[in-house]
């Protein structure tokens, strides 16, 4: 039997759909999702938990910064926010150690470069440094080495990185 290849309109759609969805167990389903989140939630690197390890640790520099915020807000509109004072105080302290995760987070990825965690590391040349340039490939990147010249085999450290380039400095030479 061929399959029909008709094209379908949109109600055909919605009602195929529907029956699609009356033939599933939904209460199964239900029941299943939200026996998967409640084991998220309980499972020790769980969000809440985090965020509950985060907000403890430092409950004291939450509750100022939430009160600085509120300050600051106030000073803007004195007018208008005194009678909400105590419930900007408590949402600013629970959404600071948040807006902090955030902060963190954005600024590594702005201050952080590729490459950085290769600094110190002891790497054997498989290439010869010639003429104060060479090149090597680590992590599946490649990528150019400075440095004094070496034969291949020599083990050197990374001293440093500029843009692609790996500043390398001879352990040892290799016989």
């Known amino acids: 039997m061929e399959p029909d290849n008709q094209p379908t309109t949109f109600l055909q759609r919605v009602k195929n759909g529907w029956a699609e969805f009356r033939r599933t167990n939904l209460r199964a389903q239900t029941h299943y999702a939200i026996f998967r989140a409640t084991q998220h939630l309980k499972h020790k690197a769980g969000l809440v938990k ?4 985060r907000f403890m640790a430092g409950w004291e520099t939450w509750l100022g910064i939430g009160a600085g915020i509120t300050g600051l807000l106030m000073l803007l509109n004195p007018d208008g926010l005194w009678r909400w004072q105590f419930l900007l105080v ?7 150690p948040l807006l902090a995760d955030l902060f963190k987070s954005l600024k590594r990825v702005f201050t952080e470069y ?14 010869p440094v010639v003429d104060g340039s060479g090149s090597i490939r680590l992590d599946n990147l490649e990528w150019q080495l400075a440095g004094t010249d070496c034969p291949a085999g020599t083990q050197a450290r990374i001293v440093a990185i500029n843009d692609r380039t ?5 352990l040892s030479q290799a016989t």
């Open 166 to 170: 790996l500043y390398i400095t001879p």
């Open 114 to 127: 590729p490459g950085k965690q290769l600094i110190g590391q002891v790497v054997t040349l498989e290439q």
């Open 90 to 96: 408590l949402v600013c302290v629970l959404l600071a």
């Open 50 to 53: 985090q965020y509950q390890q």
